[in-house]
C-alpha cells in the first residue's frame, strides 16, 4: 500500500505560478514511477506529465509542455508538480498517482492516487 497526500493548490491569477507537492508513505517510494492527472468539472481525468522512478524521465501532455516540471526528491518521498503561466483552463482538481509499472499515460496503469488538491486560476 502506498499513501498518497497532495498539497500546494490554490487560487491564483492567470499568468502566475504553484508548486504542488505529493507526500507518499507506506512502500518504498522510488519503487513507482509517479504521476500528476487532473479533472475538470463535467470533464474526464486527464494526464498531466508523469516521471520515472529514478526521475531521469519525464513525460508531458501537450498543452503544458514549457509551463509545467514535474520533478521527485526520492530521499523525502516527495513528487513535485510545479506550474508557472498558469492559464484559466489549468483550472481543475490535480491527482499524484503512483504505478508500479513504469511511467504511462493511462489512468488505470496507476494502482494508488491521492485525494487530489484543487486549483483555479481567474481570468
Known amino acids: 500500500q502506498v499513501q498518497l497526500v497532495e498539497s500546494g493548490g490554490g487560487l491564483v491569477q492567470s499568468g502566475g505560478s504553484l508548486r504542488l507537492s505529493c507526500a507518499a508513505s507506506g512502500r518504498t517510494f522510488s519503487g513507482y514511477a509517479m504521476g500528476w492527472f487532473r479533472q475538470a468539472p463535467g470533464k474526464e481525468r486527464e494526464f498531466v506529465a508523469a516521471i520515472t522512478r529514478n526521475g531521469l524521465r519525464t513525460d508531458y501532455v501537450d498543452s503544458v509542455k514549457g509551463r509545467f516540471t514535474i520533478s521527485r526528491d526520492n530521499a523525502k518521498n516527495t513528487v513535485y508538480l510545479q506550474i508557472d503561466s498558469l492559464k484559466p483552463e489549468d483550472t481543475a482538481v490535480y491527482y499524484c498517482?503512483?504505478?508500479?509499472?513504469?511511467?504511462?499515460?493511462?489512468?488505470?496503469?496507476?494502482?494508488?492516487w491521492g485525494q487530489g488538491t484543487q486549483v483555479t486560476v481567474s481570468s
Open positions: 498517482a503512483a504505478s508500479v509499472d513504469g511511467i504511462s499515460r493511462i489512468t488505470y496503469q496507476y494502482e494508488y
